[in-house]
């Protein structure tokens, strides 16, 4: 998973992660901590509270890559599915920053669904009244 992840370790680090790991495995096994996991996020909470995180970095940081992979795919997937709901044939000539503007307000709308429209409508006509007296 580190070679995936080409960014996150030094060629150090990926070095220093073989030998981390084997002493990790060891420490495991005799922590009777870390024999009821049932889950990765339980493993990384467990590893917080006992200070296991600080003493294996790269191993943490492996984990909490394989805890984020999966979110970061789903949003990944609704932010294409959503693209192709806003950028259809009619709207072909979408400039980059409009797109991403429309494809922001499309994913997030129950965020934008909690904002009145009264301070939608202040914040243009402000924007607009100090356009002019610049």
């Given amino acids: 998973m580190s070679h995936l992840y080409p960014c996150d370790f030094t060629p150090v680090e990926l070095e220093i992660l073989d030998n981390q790991l084997e002493t990790y495995i060891m420490d495991m096994q005799s922590d ?13 909470e467990t590893m ?4 296991k995180d600080v003493l294996y970095p790269l ?6 890559l394989a805890l ?3 979110v970061a795919t789903a949003g990944v ?3 294409f599915s959503a693209m192709t709901i806003i950028k259809t044939r009619l709207r072909n000539r979408i400039g980059d ?4 503007d429309t494809l922001l307000a499309y994913i997030e709308k ?9 301070v939608i409508v202040n914040l243009f006509q402000n924007m607009k009244s100090r356009r002019y007296k610049l």
């Avoid at 920053?97 to 991403?100: D, P, S």
């Fill in 68 to 70: 984020v992979l999966p």
């Fill in 97 to 100: 920053q409009w797109m991403n």
């Fill in 48 to 51: 917080i509270q006992n200070k």
């Fill in 59 to 64: 191993v943490f940081k492996l984990l909490k």
């Fill in 110 to 118: 129950e965020i934008l669904d909690c904002i009145e429209n009264d």
């Fill in 77 to 79: 997937e609704r932010v």
């Fill in 32 to 44: 009777p901590h870390f024999s009821l996991l049932k889950d990765p996020g339980h493993l990384a």
